[in-house]
Structure formats: structure tokens, C-alpha cells
């Protein structure tokens, strides 16, 4: 019981990170905020924001999926959440091997261990 328990807090948790990064690349890049948090300069966040707002959509997407699988529940929403957080385990793993290996304490990690706590319920 307490392991079900335990992993839909991490899958909660991993969907409200992923829709705090949205908010960051989609409509705050430019400010000081997300500028420390991607340690970008304000020229690379004006010429990136556009590329930052794509990525933002797509951590919305796997927040949505994170989202529909607490909603639906049950055994497919299992299902949904091992598979959305085994999609936020890969980017995380991409991020951090190409982009900054802060990503794979902040996304992988996170993902890895709701993935371990999903096998377990």
C-alpha cells in the first residue's frame, strides 16, 4: 500500500516539475528566472526562444501523459505512467549526456526512481 502510495506522489511530482519547465521555456525564457535556471545570457535566450518554447510543449506533453495516468487510474493508468515516465527517463538521460548534467539529477533521477516505485506496486 504505502509503495502505491509513494509512487503517485513521484509521478505527481514528476508532472508538476514537467509543467514547471513548460512554464519556464514557454513563457518565461527571456526573464531572469528562467535565465539562471538554463544558465543562458539574455542574447541566447532571445535568439533561442522560440527552439525554448518547442521544448516546452513537449514537457507538456509528458506532463499531460503523467496527468491522464493519475486521473484514469487503475491498471491503465499503470500503464500510462510507466510508459510516461519511462519517456521523461530517456529525455532525461538525452538531456543530461548532451545538454547539462544537472538534467539527469533533476529529470532522470526523479523518473527512475517512479519507475522502480510503479514495478514495485
Not at 513548460?22 to 513563457?27: A, D, K, Q, R, Y
Not at 526562444?49 to 518547442?54: C, E, W
Not at 493508468?77 to 548534467?101: K, N, P, Q, W
Amino acid at each position: 500500500m504505502i509503495v502505491e502510495v509513494l509512487a503517485v506522489v513521484v509521478v505527481a511530482l514528476v508532472a508538476l516539475l514537467h509543467l514547471y519547465i513548460l512554464v519556464l521555456e514557454m513563457f518565461l525564457w527571456r526573464t531572469p528566472r528562467a535565465r539562471a535556471a538554463f544558465g543562458t545570457t539574455p542574447e541566447f535566450a532571445e535568439a533561442t526562444a522560440t527552439l525554448a518554447a518547442n521544448q516546452g510543449l513537449y514537457n507538456g506533453f509528458l506532463a499531460a501523459g503523467l496527468i491522464w495516468s493519475l486521473i484514469a487510474g487503475g491498471d491503465l493508468g499503470h500503464a500510462v505512467a510507466l510508459f510516461f515516465m519511462a519517456c521523461v527517463l530517456v529525455a532525461g538521460i538525452y538531456g543530461g549526456l548532451t545538454a547539462s548534467r544537472r538534467i539527469l539529477f533533476v529529470q532522470a533521477a526523479p523518473a527512475a526512481v517512479g519507475i522502480v516505485l510503479l514495478l514495485l506496486a
